[in-house]
Structures are given as structure tokens and as C-alpha cells.
């Protein structure tokens, strides 16, 4: 059963950083591409960067700069680092195999606000 459980976000004022978690399970974590998301209220689910099996990364052009994305592969384990934070970034942050279809997890809640 594949699941995703992600973690470490909060409430940070602009300009802060956090870090998210995510740990992944259920399938061979090393052969996929991962893939950050976030939707904000009232707004579709968007891709916020997506990390390749070997290791290429390819940030969305909004947190391209500000925004790292990273894995690891011995713990199924997969990271964003965001830094620079703005109010626009303020959404519930999901992780998930890239095109495939599996169930979405909890998410985390960022919140960017003075």
C-alpha cells in the first residue's frame, strides 16, 4: 500500500525558511521520480518541483532560486527546502510519484504571514 506522510511545515513570517519532509513507502522509492505540489484555498493543485530517480532536479519557474529539492534514497525519504518565503507561497504542501495516480497524503500546512 503506497503512502506518502509529509511533514515539517508551520507558520513563518516572509522572507523565513522551512524545511518539509516527506517519507514515502509502499513501492521502490529509488526507481521513481517524486514530485512537490501545494494548493492554496481556492485554487487548483500546482506542481511546485519535481526531483528525478538519479537525482535532477526541475523547480517550477515561481520558486525557481528560492526553493531546493532533494532525496534520499536509503531512507525513501525526500526534502524541500524553501527559503525567500512569500504570502503567495502559503498552501498545504503534498508529495507524490510523478504520473502515477496514488492516493495523496495529509499534506502539510505552510503558512507565510507577518
Known amino acids: 500500500q503506497v503512502q506518502y506522510v509529509e511533514s515539517g511545515g508551520g507558520l513563518v513570517q516572509p522572507g523565513g525558511s522551512l524545511r518539509l519532509s516527506c517519507a514515502a513507502s509502499?513501492?521502490?522509492?529509488?526507481?521513481?521520480?517524486m514530485t512537490w505540489y501545494r494548493q492554496a484555498p481556492g485554487r487548483e493543485r500546482e506542481r511546485v518541483a519535481s526531483i528525478s530517480a538519479g537525482g535532477a532536479t526541475n523547480p517550477a519557474d515561481s520558486v525557481k532560486g528560492r526553493f531546493t529539492i532533494s532525496r534520499d534514497n536509503a531512507k525513501n525519504m525526500m526534502y524541500l527546502q524553501m527559503n525567500s518565503l512569500k504570502p503567495e507561497d502559503t498552501a498545504v504542501y503534498y508529495c507524490?510519484?510523478?504520473?502515477?495516480?496514488?492516493?495523496w497524503g495529509q499534506g502539510t500546512q505552510v503558512t507565510v504571514s507577518s
Open positions: 509502499g513501492f521502490t522509492f529509488r526507481l521513481y521520480e
Open positions: 507524490r510519484r510523478s504520473n502515477v495516480r496514488d492516493s
